[in-house]
């Protein structure tokens, strides 16, 4: 059997999530993320508390991330030392926080997880997207990228490729199930204030 042409980039559409799209069918291997999808996505953005966003190939859902408001607050969110110096340093005002955006779900179909079915690694797209679409826009203040990232070594080590750092000491000791971790948009110009 051979296998599968992948398809191109440019014939993955993206779109706001809404209630005509059928997401039964999508599976990334993790049922929290199938389950958000499926059950939770949309009365969330009913409910103002963050957006869903689906890449579309042919009509199928093949990936999806969600997007919502956030801030690091440098008095009580759990930063490492050097990671709370490096805000305090970046700006003349004492900010006790930071404005940012949160990926809140980021999540592959596993038919599409494999470079045999894609011509980009879709995760990768996704990420890139983001940091490019809020380091330029500048519809608003937003000076960090923050992901609450599922403690495994595959997703830490995704992020980290992607220029996230994390927010603690040592996400290995970390008994939580995510890690907060953050990308700085300031080092997408090459000025980092």
Do not use: W
């Not at 607050?73 to 050097?82: A, G, L």
């Not at 045999?116 to 679409?133: A, P, Y």
Request: charged content about 30%.
């Amino acid at each position: 059997m051979s296998e599968p042409t992948p398809i191109k980039s440019s014939e993955i559409i993206l779109r706001k999530l809404d209630d005509t799209m059928d997401v039964s069918s999508f599976d990334c291997g993790i049922e929290e993320l199938n389950g958000f999808l499926r059950e939770n996505a949309l009365e969330d953005f009913r409910r103002r508390m963050n957006v869903t966003y689906v890449l579309l190939h042919a009509k199928r859902v093949i990936a999806y991330y969600c997007i919502l408001a956030d801030r690091i607050d440098t008095k009580v969110d759990p930063i490492r030392r050097s990671v709370r110096d490096r805000l305090k340093r970046k700006s003349d005002y004492r900010y006790t926080s930071f404005p940012s955006i949160k990926i809140g779900r980021l999540a592959v179909d596993k038919d599409f997880q494999s470079a045999n079915h894609c011509d980009v690694h879709l995760g990768q797209l996704i990420v890139s997207g983001l940091k490019f679409q809020y380091a330029t826009e500048r519809q608003f203040g937003c000076r960090y990228l923050t992901v609450d990232a599922m403690n495994n070594d595959r997703t830490i080590s995704f992020y980290k490729r992607n220029g996230f750092i994390p927010m603690i000491a040592k996400p290995s000791d970390n008994p939580e199930d995510t890690i907060p971790m953050l990308f700085d948009l300031a080092t997408m110009q090459g000025n980092i204030a």
